[in-house]
């Protein structure tokens, strides 16, 4: 069955530190990975995507087929950077969204 | 600049009540979606839709059925709603060519049932 989990619902840590934001994914076949984030009272909005190598506001992103991963990475956290984020899995049209982690920067 | 609008924002029905979740988009997308989120569970998905007049079950279909009589515009109805659908109802929009480009997101409708 297709599945992407998220183990922690909330991540909290303090401004200038490292933060990863787990996603472990279930997929039979090549995988398209997604992270979308969700700001305070703002619309969910796509981050970023694998297939696309990019770096967005400082976040990056590493497919690994081996553990059914794509963890998301940040070195340094600010507080801007608190929010809701999810990782979705790309299913022909649709796309599969895990739990969601809250991640929390403290000053 | 708004190009996903949710007719409300807020919306208080009763137990019972036939609900109607009403979204618009314009971008002239072929897909469109409705997913629910709840705290722990995710976003899941309701009914989806890639055509007009054309709709596929998603992974929580039971009690919701949908309305796409035009391009633009994607309806998401509770036929009798229940307490256990009180959520927040998101619709979302993509292009036909899959998700490569990502959805666009609504802002959302939060439906408390009593």
């Known amino acids: 069955a297709q599945r992407v989990t998220q183990p922690e619902k909330l991540l909290s840590v303090f401004k200038g530190a490292p933060v990863e934001l787990k996603c472990n994914y279930s997929y039979s076949g090549s995988p398209e990975l997604f992270w979308y984030v969700q700001y305070s009272r703002q619309r969910l909005q796509l981050l970023l995507r694998?297939?696309s190598r990019e770096s967005i506001k400082g976040f990056t992103a590493d497919l690994n087929k081996g553990e059914t991963s794509f963890h998301l990475k940040k070195p340094f956290a600010q507080e801007e950077d608190s929010a809701m984020y999810y990782c979705?899995?790309?299913?022909?049209?649709?796309?599969?969204f895990g739990q969601g982690t809250e991640l929390s920067v403290k000053p | 600049d708004v190009k996903v609008t949710q007719s409300s924002r807020y919306l208080v029905k009763r137990t019972g009540e036939k609900v109607f979740l009403e979204c618009v988009q314009d971008?002239?997308?072929?897909?469109m979606f409705w997913y629910r989120q709840d705290p722990g569970l995710g976003l899941r998905l309701i009914y989806f839709?890639?055509?007009?007049?054309?709709?596929e079950k998603g992974d929580i279909p039971e009690g919701y059925s949908v309305s796409r009589e035009k391009k633009e515009r994607f309806s998401l109805i509770l036929e009798s709603a229940s307490t256990n659908q009180t959520s927040m109802y998101l619709c979302a929009s993509s292009l036909s060519r899959g998700t490569y480009y990502g959805y666009t997101f609504g802002s959302g409708t939060r439906l408390t049932v009593v």
């Open positions: 694998h297939i």
């Open positions: 979705a899995l790309s299913s022909g049209r649709k796309l599969i």
């Open positions: 971008m002239d997308h072929e897909n």
């Open positions: 839709s890639y055509d007009v007049k054309m709709k």
